[in-house]
């Protein structure tokens, strides 16, 4: 665990992939409980800890998660995050093959069902039944010799969405099996990192905005070095 912000009322972290953030069936120790592990640990607190769990990422997805320490800023940021308005999320993801969008931003729209036996959503270009309208904004950032770097904003939030929505682009994320991908990743991650996060402090009310790393990863290192050096 990295943490990338920390202030009375808010924490923020990387989380690596392979974590989980809040407690499931398989008995893992959730990412949660690290945090309040550290905060315990770093400013001695009697008793338990406040952690509010504001939002979520796949198991196997790196980056930015935000936690609240406070029950007031965990209502002010569960509102927030609910409006899909108050916050912005960035996302890179790596992809196989590359959308032919050059760097301007495009926005795309699908209908997208959930399938809970499988845990997967299903994409369409039209609405069907039981299905819920996802849109995103992508643009490539990167390029290499068999991968795309692609910069993505959710400007809805569906089960799987970006996952689900490359993957009917055509452009399924590097190591995601369940999408479309030709191959696993070795460490069985996917190759989705959440980026950056940017809104304004529920408590505060001054701008945040923070940054994850990228998982320390030859393939992200040279495709972030190379939108680093365009940029």
Same mark, same amino acid.
């Given at each position: 665990?990295?943490?990338?912000?920390?202030?009375?009322?808010?924490?923020?972290?990387?989380? *690596?992939?392979?974590?989980? $953030?809040?407690?499931? =069936?398989?008995?893992?120790?959730?990412?949660?409980? #690290?945090?309040? +592990?550290?905060?315990?640990?770093?400013?001695?607190?009697?008793?338990?800890?406040?952690?509010?769990?504001?939002?979520?990422?796949?198991?196997?997805?790196?980056?930015?998660?935000?936690?609240?320490?406070?029950?007031?800023?965990?209502?002010?940021?569960?509102?927030?995050?609910?409006?899909?308005?108050?916050?912005?999320?960035?996302?890179?993801?790596?992809?196989?093959?590359?959308?032919?969008?050059?760097?301007?931003?495009?926005?795309?729209?699908?209908?997208?069902?959930?399938?809970?036996?499988?845990?997967?959503?299903? *994409?369409?270009?039209?609405? $069907?039944?039981?299905? =819920?309208?996802?849109?995103?904004?992508?643009?490539? #950032?990167?390029? +290499?010799?068999?991968?795309?770097?692609l910069e993505v904003q959710l400007l809805t939030g569906r089960h799987h969405q970006i996952r689900c929505q490359l993957s009917a682009m055509g452009c399924p994320i590097k190591g995601d099996l369940k999408y479309g991908a030709r191959r696993s990743?070795?460490?069985?991650?996917?190759?989705?990192?959440?980026?950056?996060?940017?809104?304004?402090?529920?408590?505060?009310?001054?701008?945040?905005?923070?940054?994850?790393?990228?998982?320390?990863?030859?393939?992200?290192?040279?495709?972030?070095?190379?939108?680093?050096?365009?940029?």
């Open positions: 665990m990295e943490v990338l912000y920390e202030d009375n009322h808010i924490i923020i972290v990387n989380k *690596a992939s392979g974590e989980i $953030v809040q407690g499931d =069936k398989t008995g893992d120790t959730p990412l949660s409980d #690290i945090v309040k +592990g550290y905060i315990k640990e770093k400013y001695a607190k009697p008793g338990a800890v406040f952690l509010g769990v504001v939002h979520r990422l796949d198991r196997p997805v790196s980056g930015v998660v935000v936690f609240a320490r406070t029950s007031k800023a965990l209502a002010r940021l569960n509102a927030m995050f609910a409006s899909k308005e108050e916050i912005r999320k960035t996302y890179w993801a790596i992809v196989q093959t590359p959308p032919l969008s050059g760097g301007d931003w495009e926005e795309v729209t699908h209908w997208l069902t959930r399938n809970e036996q499988q845990n997967k959503s299903y *994409a369409y270009d039209h609405e $069907v039944p039981h299905s =819920k309208k996802a849109v995103l904004r992508y643009r490539q #950032i990167a390029q +290499g010799d068999r991968y795309a770097l990743n070795p460490d069985g991650s996917i190759s989705l990192h959440a980026r950056r996060v940017e809104f304004i402090h529920p408590v505060s009310k001054e701008p945040i905005c923070v940054e994850a790393p990228v998982p320390e990863d030859p393939l992200w290192e040279a495709l972030s070095t190379e939108k680093t050096n365009k940029s």
